[in-house]
């Protein structure tokens, strides 16, 4: 199946944008009738058939939907420090996007070596993971957010800090399957110990990914990983 993206969906038809019409027509050399798989990036994914095969302008009409497609009965929302090289970053935003995440935040901490990310750039890494692994649903990517305002905010759900010190709760110790959690994930320097504080006193709970030192994104990754296999048990 290849998947296509639109996010503004509305009535019985649908005009790709014109990289995408490129995409079907040209490279797949998709013609009228033939299905098209499309999303909104929202949930709903769209079996459709071309009416219009114009390579710059491609319309499909709806057969079929399929709403809550691919859902999951818990939220991961996972927030980040942003990391020295943007592409390490990247690479997690494509893993988590595959594996399954509904929330990203990057988070501007006193060890971040990046003080800036390519928000328009990520988004794109997103929806390209999004399409490749057949998802309907695009994660919610929030602007760089200082980690002192961060910290404060109210989330429903469980908080764990993952950081290298102290007695920590094993994340599949301290995780409720089928419960919303909000996980942060630190700089290569690891939180400093006033951050940690912080976090603590904001009812986060201090969590560890096993004994290994991890870099920034497997962290992040692992602990992805980790919500998502326990709760497929």
Not at 72 to 82: C, Q, Y
Request: with cysteine.
């Amino acid at each position: 199946m290849q998947l296509f993206y639109n996010p503004e969906i509305s009535g019985n038809t649908i005009e790709l944008s014109e990289e995408e019409s490129k995409h079907c027509t040209r490279v797949l050399r998709l013609k009228i009738d033939d299905i098209v798989w499309i999303t909104n990036g929202k949930g709903t994914l769209y079996k459709t058939s071309i009416i219009d095969d114009h390579q710059k302008a491609c319309v499909l009409t709806i057969n079929e939907k399929f709403e809550n497609y691919g859902s999951r009965p818990f939220k991961l929302h996972i927030a980040i420090s942003p990391l020295q090289h943007a592409d390490r970053l990247e690479w997690f935003l494509e893993k988590a996007t595959e594996a399954g995440i509904d929330e990203i935040t990057p988070i501007l901490c006193e060890r971040s070596e990046r003080r800036n990310v390519n928000i328009e750039r990520l988004q794109k890494v997103m929806i390209s993971a999004m399409k490749q692994s057949i998802k309907a649903s695009l994660p919610i990517l929030n602007p760089l957010t200082k980690y002192t305002d961060f910290i404060k905010k109210e989330f429903n759900s469980q908080k764990g800090i993952a950081y290298c010190i102290d007695e920590r709760k094993h994340i599949a110790d301290w995780y409720n399957k089928g419960s919303d959690c909000l996980i942060l994930i630190g700089p290569e320097g690891d939180f400093s110990p006033k951050e940690i504080e912080l976090a603590i006193q904001n009812n986060y709970t201090g969590i560890s990914l096993g004994n290994s030192r991890l870099r920034t994104e497997t962290a992040a990754t692992s602990a992805c990983f980790a919500i998502n296999m326990i709760n497929r048990t």
